[in-house]
């Protein structure tokens, strides 16, 4: 605990998807004060990485679907019974067809041609009842996953109706030979309101044929249960209220739809300021006013625009408009790009215009409250009756409810609600409008006087991180919510312990910065550079007789790139000599990097020796100026090289690397920027009222790359395979992330070349926060016990999918037979682990809760015994009743089915049971190790080094459940948090147990 207040408290934090490495330090007194780590289950599925979450929807969807269908089945007999089409004292059975009936699909369509009998009459209305078709709620067939299928197959289907002259849904699935979809087909989808035209259809063909069960009445009752729609009117506002946040700057303003018009406009004129034209000789513009203005009026036009339907603004209009000559290009695009690229694309707004009629979008666009209080309905309701109950609320007309109602309300383009009010948002584009005077965000909140409303933090601010839903209340990723509300714990028990710090810096990893399609794109790219990179490797070993050092890789791969050239003179580099000989061509850094900070693979050039030591320090429009490189013949040279990056070749021709400039490309490299990071920044620095200590900022969002610079510098290996205490090492590398750290790095990797090999070491120990930081973190490292969160959890996946018909046990007595099969083809699955249903189904029981070790002291001829009782979620819900009987694991050579095992012995549950959930710390027979779970085939445990330098055989020998008595019982550890309880900072030792 905190004894008194310390100066310059950095907290480091790495956090990945399922880990969060902690590190604080006392830059004051130069200590690394705590290491450690905190670990939990990532909620996503192990092989597809689908998150739990949406599996476990799908199947509660599918619960309810099934649910559903019962209830309007059920309520249609009672409708046939009442009728006198089915007999009073019939089921459902009575209704199935046998094998003299015909196929329910026939009798449809009979039924438009002849009169049918009772049975048969009400066979078809039953079944009908059981498929009611697709309810459309707002999708597109260009919608993604299965909705996007099944809106493509109605569209097909109802072409084919149309065509082909088929009446009704049932003629076109005779026509087709088939009645139903199997895994995963969605040809013979169709729409509700199709079979309801059919249902109609067929009660008009009955009574048209004397039928005497075809009346108006239980025509209008029997569309009654068959249309019957839950109401969520009142879920929309339950989900209003609780989910949707308030804006950033006036507190009790809920927060506008991002797909109202005003969110779109705001953003587009962010992005629009935000673009950047390099120009030939290295200077940066932004948009002039002009451009901007017609950049906006292109996105928001109301009407298509000839050439451009889609009314885009894309770089190479902007080019265009501009005017731009080829030596320009926009930052950040590579000009392959730029004929695609849009700036910013309005979805919601392009939706609108290309569904609406022309007047109403007129009407829209030139009314901007009016379009937002629509897009707040579209957002807003969930289903279409929610819908047109929110648009006559908000007085639009009954033409204009039908129109908006025809939009893709439910896909993602009216989901979500951004981070501003409207009367924000209002705010905010009066004053971009003003395009001469404004062109940023920051000079749009400084004209409006938003930006101290939003700096006033209010009382807000206090000693500890609230729950992740305060910051961010329409989060649902479960990811997410995992991740930060662990990270909140973390912060939390780090205050608790050492303080509040002055100082707090975070990276993010890869899996929570980049989108899915940024993953999936980087993934493709990883792929190509990994495959290319194997054939350059084996070719290499073949020249070289060894595998290649990653120096001489990159060396290579630069050499393709720039033709086998030095990239600064021209003169030819020979690919022999460049292979065998280590300082024949060298790696530069085209901007400096004691300069910029900036190692990127985008800032390293090929060069020959005699280049790079007359370039030093220096860019290469600097050294040009200074008499060196020819700039006109390197700059033609250079915009020519298409194997070149646009990122690249921005920096070779780099014309103004002033102390300014400098400065600005060692703050982008230096502070990660991408949205998740920022979010993971704005949570911990929007809610902690850190020390007034002259600094106006306190928490940075760091970029890995500057890490990596770092942990390499200073010798810091990253044993990533090995354990998860890498996880505090690359912490305490983060808190030292410092700008000064950073810089000092970047200029001994200048001096590196020009210094003997056997004083660089030296040379990169003199840059680390104080003497001796590296060692430190080499001996916090070697005692680090990672935390573990443990879910206590009743909940959770309680069987396995597939149903099983029980066949009994195997002759052998040892285990159950279960069978089960889909697709006409059976098999035969043997198994101990499973639940028999009254119906005499079988399920096998899937997730472990936690087990209970009972000790009968006067066992095993009184040295004590164990028994070993696993609890699954299925146990669950039966453990409270009388009749629940509790039974333990027999021995190996004595396995039966669960529903076979003895009970817990009495003289054993005198005491009470240790209880051991999954992940849980015990002390056993001296060491330290977590319960992975048990192997109920052999009654044994399965245990794991916390630190993960055993395998898992490695950590259960010697510590068999088996061979546990009353005099080595495990122990559980009480651990808290931080891993405090489970380190003696001297000797390693455990020190904290419950008692």
């Given at each position: 605990?905190?004894?008194?207040?310390?100066?310059?408290?950095?907290?480091?934090?790495?956090?990945?998807?399922?880990?969060?490495?902690?590190?604080?330090?006392?830059?004051?007194?130069?200590?690394?004060?705590?290491m450690?780590?905190?670990?939990?289950?990532?909620?996503?599925?192990?092989?597809?990485?689908?998150?739990?979450?949406?599996?476990?929807?799908?199947?509660?969807?599918?619960?309810?679907?099934?649910k559903?269908?019962?209830?309007?089945?059920?309520?249609?007999?009672?409708?046939?019974?009442a009728?006198?089409?089915?007999?009073?004292?019939?089921?459902a059975?009575?209704?199935?067809?046998t094998?003299?009936?015909?196929?329910?699909?026939?009798?449809?369509?009979?039924?438009?041609?002849?009169?049918?009998?009772?049975?048969?009459w009400?066979?078809?209305?039953?079944?009908?009842?059981?498929?009611?078709?697709?309810?459309?709620?707002?999708?597109?067939?260009?919608?993604?996953?299965?909705e996007?299928?099944?809106?493509?197959?109605?569209?097909?289907?109802?072409?084919?109706?149309?065509?082909?002259?088929?009446?009704?849904?049932?003629?076109?699935?005779?026509?087709?030979?088939?009645?139903?979809?199997?895994?995963?087909?969605?040809?013979?989808?169709?729409?509700?309101?199709?079979?309801?035209?059919?249902?109609?259809?067929?009660?008009?063909?009955?009574?048209?044929?004397?039928?005497?069960?075809?009346?108006?009445?239980?025509?209008?009752?029997?569309?009654?249960?068959?249309?019957?729609?839950?109401?969520?009117?009142?879920?929309?506002?339950?989900?209003?209220?609780?989910?949707?946040?308030?804006?950033?700057?006036?507190?009790?303003?809920?927060?506008?739809?991002?797909?109202?018009?005003?969110?779109?406009?705001?953003?587009?004129?962010?992005?629009?300021?935000?673009?950047?034209?390099?120009?030939?000789?290295?200077?940066?513009?932004?948009l002039?006013?002009?451009?901007?203005?017609?950049?906006?009026?292109?996105?928001?036009?109301?009407?298509?625009?000839?050439?451009?339907?889609?009314?885009?603004?894309?770089?190479?209009?902007?080019?265009?408009?501009?005017?731009?000559?080829?030596?320009?290009?926009?930052?950040?695009?590579?000009?392959?790009?730029?004929?695609?690229?849009?700036?910013?694309?309005?979805?919601?707004?392009?939706?609108?215009?290309?569904?609406?009629?022309?007047?109403?979008?007129?009407?829209?666009?030139?009314?901007?409250?009016?379009?937002?209080?629509?897009?707040?309905?579209?957002?807003?309701?969930?289903?279409?009756?929610?819908?047109?109950?929110?648009?006559?609320?908000?007085?639009?007309?009954?033409?204009?409810?039908?129109?908006?109602?025809?939009?893709?309300?439910?896909?993602?383009?009216?989901?979500?609600?951004?981070?501003?009010?409207?009367?924000?948002?209002?705010?905010?584009?009066?004053?971009?409008?003003?395009?001469?005077?404004?062109?940023?965000?920051?000079?749009?909140?400084?004209?409006?006087?938003?930006?101290?409303?939003?700096?006033?933090?209010?009382?807000?601010?206090?000693?500890?991180?609230?729950?992740?839903?305060?910051?961010?209340?329409?989060?649902?990723?479960?990811?997410?919510?995992?991740?930060?509300?662990?990270?909140?714990?973390?912060?939390?028990?780090?205050?608790?312990?050492?303080?509040?710090?002055?100082?707090?810096?975070?990276?993010?990893?890869?899996?929570?910065?980049?989108?899915?399609?940024?993953?999936?794109?980087?993934?493709?790219?990883?792929?190509?550079?990994?495959?290319?990179?194997?054939?350059?490797?084996?070719k290499?070993?073949?020249?070289?007789?060894a595998?290649?050092?990653?120096?001489?890789?990159?060396?290579?791969?630069?050499?393709?790139?720039?033709?086998?050239?030095?990239?600064?003179?021209?003169?030819?580099?020979?690919?022999?000599?460049?292979?065998?000989?280590?300082?024949?061509?060298?790696?530069?850094?085209?901007?400096?990097?004691?300069?910029?900070?900036?190692?990127?693979?985008?800032?390293?050039?090929?060069?020959?020796?005699?280049?790079?030591?007359?370039?030093?320090?220096?860019?290469?429009?600097?050294?040009?100026?200074?008499?060196?490189?020819?700039?006109?013949?390197?700059?033609?040279?250079?915009?020519?090289?298409?194997?070149?990056?646009?990122?690249?070749?921005?920096?070779?021709?780099?014309r103004?690397?002033?102390?300014?400039?400098?400065?600005?490309?060692?703050?982008?490299?230096?502070n990660?920027?991408?949205?998740?990071?920022?979010?993971?920044?704005?949570?911990?620095?929007?809610?902690?009222?850190?020390?007034?200590?002259?600094?106006?900022?306190?928490?940075?969002?760091?970029?890995?790359?500057?890490?990596?610079?770092?942990?390499?510098?200073?010798?810091?290996?990253?044993?990533?395979?090995?354990?998860?205490?890498?996880?505090?090492?690359d912490?305490?590398?983060?808190?030292?992330?410092?700008?000064?750290?950073?810089?000092?790095?970047?200029?001994?990797?200048?001096?590196?070349?020009?210094?003997?090999?056997?004083?660089?070491?030296?040379?990169?120990?003199?840059?680390?926060?104080?003497?001796?930081?590296?060692?430190?973190?080499?001996?916090?490292?070697a005692?680090?016990?990672?935390?573990?969160?443990?879910?206590?959890?009743?909940?959770?996946?309680?069987?396995?999918?597939?149903?099983?018909a029980?066949?009994?046990?195997?002759?052998?007595?040892?285990?159950g037979?279960?069978?089960?099969?889909?697709?006409?083809?059976?098999?035969?699955?043997?198994?101990?682990?499973?639940?028999?249903?009254?119906?005499g189904?079988?399920?096998?029981?899937?997730?472990?809760?936690?087990?209970?070790?009972?000790?009968?002291?006067?066992?095993?001829?009184?040295?004590g015994?164990?028994?070993?009782?696993?609890v699954?979620?299925?146990?669950?819900p039966?453990?409270?009743?009388?009749?629940?009987?509790?039974?333990?694991?027999?021995?190996?050579?004595?396995?039966?089915?669960r529903?076979?095992?003895?009970?817990?012995?009495?003289?054993?549950?005198?005491?009470?049971?240790?209880?051991?959930?999954?992940?849980?710390?015990?002390?056993?027979?001296?060491k330290?190790?977590?319960?992975?779970?048990?192997?109920?085939?052999?009654?044994?445990?399965?245990?794991?080094?916390?630190?993960?330098?055993?395998?898992?055989?490695?950590?259960?020998?010697?510590?068999?459940?088996?061979?546990?008595?009353?005099?080595?019982?495990?122990?559980?550890?009480?651990?808290?948090?931080l891993?405090?309880?489970?380190l003696?900072?001297?000797?390693?030792?455990?020190?904290?147990?419950?008692?």
């Amino acid at each position: 605990m905190v004894d008194e207040p310390r100066q310059n408290l950095v907290l480091g934090l790495d956090i990945g998807i399922g880990s969060c490495g902690w590190a604080v330090l006392d830059t004051h007194a130069q200590a690394i004060l705590g290491m450690g780590v905190r670990l939990w289950e990532t909620p996503q599925e192990p092989k597809t990485k689908v998150s739990t979450a949406s599996t476990r929807r799908a199947a509660r969807s599918s619960r309810r679907n099934i649910k559903r269908t019962a209830d309007r089945k059920k309520h249609c007999l009672g409708l046939l019974k009442a009728d006198g089409l089915v007999p009073t004292d019939a089921d459902a059975h009575w209704l199935q067809t046998t094998k003299k009936d015909k196929p329910i699909i026939d009798l449809r369509v009979r039924g438009l041609n002849e009169a049918l009998t009772d049975r048969q009459w009400a066979q078809v209305l039953y079944s009908l009842c059981g498929r009611r078709g697709y309810i459309p709620h707002g999708d597109t067939p260009s919608s993604s996953g299965d909705e996007g299928k099944v809106l493509k197959a109605i569209d097909v289907n109802a072409q084919k109706i149309a065509e082909n002259g088929i009446r009704t849904v049932g003629e076109l699935m005779e026509a087709e030979g088939r009645s139903r979809n199997r895994g995963g087909d969605y040809s013979l989808c169709v729409t509700h309101d199709d079979l309801k035209s059919e249902v109609k259809s067929l009660f008009r063909a009955q009574r048209k044929f004397g039928n005497p069960h075809t009346s108006e009445d239980l025509e209008e009752r029997f569309l009654e249960v068959f249309s019957w729609q839950k109401d969520v009117s009142g879920s929309d506002q339950r989900v209003y209220e609780s989910q949707v946040g308030y804006c950033t700057y006036f507190s009790k303003d809920k927060r506008a739809p991002k797909a109202s018009l005003s969110s779109q406009m705001c953003e587009a004129m962010e992005r629009v300021a935000h673009v950047v034209v390099v120009r030939g000789d290295g200077k940066e513009t932004k948009l002039p006013p002009e451009i901007r203005r017609k950049a906006i009026e292109t996105l928001f036009s109301p009407d298509p625009i000839k050439h451009n339907k889609d009314c885009k603004v894309t770089y190479r209009r902007i080019r265009d408009w501009m005017e731009l000559d080829s030596d320009s290009a926009f930052k950040g695009v590579d000009p392959e790009e730029e004929k695609t690229k849009e700036v910013y694309a309005p979805k919601a707004w392009r939706e609108m215009r290309n569904t609406l009629p022309k007047n109403f979008v007129a009407k829209l666009r030139g009314n901007r409250d009016r379009a937002d209080s629509a897009a707040w309905c579209l957002t807003y309701a969930s289903s279409k009756k929610s819908l047109e109950a929110q648009l006559e609320e908000n007085d639009f007309s009954e033409d204009e409810i039908e129109a908006l109602s025809s939009l893709p309300f439910a896909s993602a383009l009216f989901k979500g609600y951004g981070s501003r009010g409207q009367r924000a948002l209002n705010l905010l584009i009066d004053a971009f409008e003003d395009y001469e005077a404004v062109s940023t965000l920051s000079e749009a909140e400084e004209a409006t006087g938003l930006k101290d409303l939003r700096l006033s933090k209010g009382n807000s601010l206090g000693d500890k991180l609230p729950p992740y839903f305060v910051f961010d209340p329409s989060c649902s990723n479960p990811v997410v919510l995992r991740v930060m509300g662990q990270v909140r714990k973390v912060v939390n028990a780090v205050i608790k312990e050492y303080g509040m710090p002055n100082t707090v810096r975070i990276e993010l990893a890869r899996e929570l910065k980049h989108s899915k399609r940024e993953k999936e794109l980087i993934a493709k790219r990883n792929s190509n550079i990994k495959r290319s990179r194997e054939g350059l490797i084996a070719k290499l070993t073949e020249e070289i007789g060894a595998e290649p050092k990653p120096g001489l890789l990159r060396k290579v791969e630069l050499h393709d790139e720039q033709g086998g050239r030095c990239i600064y003179c021209n003169k030819p580099l020979e690919y022999t000599r460049l292979i065998n000989e280590d300082h024949y061509a060298e790696i530069d850094h085209a901007l400096p990097l004691s300069r910029t900070c900036d190692d990127s693979q985008s800032n390293k050039v090929l060069v020959c020796k005699q280049c790079n030591q007359e370039k030093r320090n220096r860019t290469p429009f600097e050294w040009a100026n200074d008499g060196g490189v020819d700039w006109d013949s390197f700059s033609l040279r250079i915009t020519r090289n298409k194997k070149l990056g646009q990122r690249k070749r921005q920096k070779l021709l780099c014309r103004d690397l002033s102390a300014e400039a400098s400065n600005g490309f060692i703050n982008r490299n230096l502070n990660d920027t991408r949205y998740a990071s920022r979010a993971a920044k704005l949570f911990i620095e929007d809610h902690l009222a850190f020390p007034e200590d002259g600094h106006k900022q306190h928490v940075f969002a760091v970029a890995g790359s500057c890490t990596a610079i770092l942990r390499h510098a200073w010798g810091i290996r990253k044993s990533r395979e090995e354990n998860s205490v890498h996880h505090a090492v690359d912490a305490a590398v983060i808190a030292a992330c410092t700008q000064q750290n950073v810089i000092a790095i970047a200029n001994a990797s200048e001096k590196k070349a020009y210094t003997p090999k056997d004083r660089r070491k030296e040379l990169f120990r003199a840059t680390e926060p104080w003497s001796g930081f590296s060692d430190e973190i080499a001996a916090w490292e070697a005692r680090i016990v990672p935390t573990h969160m443990i879910d206590h959890k009743v909940g959770g996946r309680v069987f396995e999918d597939t149903v099983y018909a029980y066949q009994g046990i195997r002759e052998d007595g040892q285990v159950g037979l279960l069978k089960g099969g889909t697709g006409g083809k059976e098999h035969l699955k043997a198994h101990s682990n499973f639940v028999i249903r009254d119906d005499g189904s079988a399920l096998i029981v899937d997730e472990l809760a936690f087990i209970n070790l009972w000790l009968d002291p006067d066992g095993n001829k009184g040295k004590g015994q164990i028994y070993l009782e696993p609890v699954y979620r299925a146990d669950i819900p039966f453990m409270d009743r009388t009749d629940y009987v509790r039974r333990y694991v027999p021995p190996q050579s004595d396995k039966k089915p669960r529903a076979f095992w003895q009970p817990i012995p009495k003289c054993a549950k005198k005491n009470k049971p240790i209880t051991l959930f999954p992940h849980d710390a015990i002390l056993v027979k001296g060491k330290v190790r977590r319960l992975r779970g048990i192997d109920i085939s052999s009654c044994k445990w399965k245990l794991y080094d916390p630190r993960g330098e055993l395998n898992d055989a490695e950590a259960v020998r010697g510590l068999a459940l088996m061979s546990l008595d009353s005099s080595n019982l495990p122990t559980p550890i009480h651990e808290d948090v931080l891993g405090l309880s489970l380190l003696d900072m001297d000797t390693g030792a455990v020190v904290r147990s419950e008692k």
